[in-house]
């Protein structure tokens, strides 16, 4: 063990005293003037097609300032594949959390009470649960739009890229396929203390994206004509 090295120590946290007293200002403790607070609903599908949303019994509720769906955003360009160019569902959810409405009311309590209130009609679509799966030619597709063909994309969300790309028929979910060439296999074998045995090992991973203070964010227009995106 190195010396320095924290392993077998009890390291004090540098976060950690102003946690343990109350003092580190959280998302959730920020309040402004005029402040409104937003409630999702979320989708309980993978994938399924929106028949119907009814929110009128959510906006009567004292309190509530609206309640909206993908229509009523008055977003320029729409794009159903990019959560950034759709933050609502339009007529598809893709995933289960999909968020499919949204309601503002003047607390969080009120926009909790109101999103249960929202009536929302789904049609069940068959939906691609598992990797391999998703990957036959077959399977239903995840996306609405087409996926990344660029590099650059496929690259900004950890793809390995620079391979020999195949020019082969693919499913639906599958932007491309690609073959490396490393080192001589044969060689490596034969060098090798043991061989003719073979490992082979499956491992599902979630997507990983690092935020400050997930599911929840505040905003404020910096000019009074402009709002917050």
């Not at 598809?92 to 503002?104: D, I, K, S």
């Amino acid at each position: 063990m190195t010396q320095g090295s924290p392993i077998g120590r009890s390291v004090r946290r540098l976060d950690g005293g102003e946690k343990v007293t109350g003092l580190t200002r959280f998302a959730g403790d920020v309040q402004l003037p005029n402040m409104l607070h937003a409630r999702l609903v979320l989708s309980p599908h993978a994938h399924a097609r929106i028949v119907r949303i009814d929110g009128q019994a959510a906006a009567s509720r004292p309190g509530v300032l609206g309640v909206f769906a993908a229509a009523d955003l008055g977003l320029v360009k729409v794009d159903p594949a990019a959560r950034t160019k759709s933050p609502l569902a339009l007529e598809h959810t893709l995933f289960v959390g999909h968020p499919v409405a949204a309601v503002v009311a003047e607390s969080a309590a009120i926009a909790e009470d109101a999103a249960g209130l929202v009536e929302v009609d789904y049609e069940p679509l068959p939906a691609a649960l598992d990797a391999l799966d998703a990957m036959r030619r077959e399977a239903p597709p995840v996306r609405v739009a087409a996926g990344a063909t660029d590099e650059a994309e496929l690259a900004m969300h950890g793809a390995a890229t620079g391979g020999e790309r195949l020019q082969e028929a693919v499913g639906p979910n599958v932007v491309s396929t690609q073959r490396f060439h490393r080192g001589d296999l044969a060689r490596g074998f034969a060098e090798a203390e043991r061989s003719g045995h073979r490992l082979e090992q499956r491992r599902d991973l979630g997507p990983v994206e690092p935020a400050s203070a997930p599911g929840l964010q505040v905003a404020q227009p910096d000019r009074p004509d402009r709002g917050a995106y």
